[in-house]
Each structure stands twice: as structure tokens, then as C-alpha cells.
């Protein structure tokens, strides 16, 4: 999905945006928008990343697996910065991926500690 040559949500954008248009009719907060979709739908495109992490590499460290997430997300950002005149990088994507490796990192802890 990072290197597709336009944005992914391109071809349901309209539909996206009649749905949140629907939920602020119905009284679910304006601050619930395109950005808060798309944040979200970065963590969790990257929560399995962390997971799969841990699993591979025994003996790390949280911040070991979660700079995995990192980095992997500076290269996507970098790739498209350099390689695709449609997309463009963002720091906040670089953020949002990070955060869901982490997740993903703490889910193993979590069951692992049960």
C-alpha cells in the first residue's frame, strides 16, 4: 500500500466522506474526521508488524521492535517522497506507524505475560 502510485484512499474518498457527513448528522463529534480515520487506519496497518516482530526475534527489547516500525516507516516515506509524484511523506504517518508497532509489541508482552 505505501508504494501504490496514488493515494489508497482515492477511490472511496467521496464514499468516506458522505459516511463521516452521515455521522456528524447523527452528533458524533466533528474532531472524529478524514484525519482521525486515516491515523487510525495507519496504526493498525502496522500493529501486525510489531507482533510479527517480537515472534521473529526473541531477546529484544520493546523499543528494539518498535524502532523496526520506525524505520520501516522512514523507508516508506522516503520512498514515496523520492519515487511517487502522487503521494507525498508526513511525519505524522511516520508517528502513527510507530505507535502501532508499539501496540503490536505490547499485545505480545500482554498475552505472553498471561
Do not use: K
Amino acid at each position: 500500500m505505501g508504494f501504490w502510485p496514488s493515494p489508497v484512499d482515492e477511490p472511496v474518498r467521496g464514499a468516506l466522506d458522505a459516511f463521516l457527513d452521515y455521522l456528524w448528522r447523527l452528533g458524533v463529534p466533528s474532531w472524529f474526521d478524514y484525519n482521525l480515520v486515516e491515523a487510525t487506519g495507519n496504526v493498525l496497518l502496522f500493529v501486525p508488524l510489531g507482533i510479527l516482530a517480537v515472534m521473529s526475534f526473541r531477546g529484544g527489547r520493546w523499543w528494539q521492535f518498535s524502532g523496526t516500525g520506525f524505520l520501516a516507516s522512514v523507508v516508506l516515506e522516503c520512498g514515496q517522497w523520492l519515487l511517487l509524484t502522487n503521494r507525498f511523506p508526513s511525519v505524522a504517518d511516520v508517528i502513527a506507524n510507530t505507535v502501532g508497532t508499539t501496540i503490536g509489541v505490547g499485545l505480545v508482552a500482554l498475552l505472553h505475560r498471561r
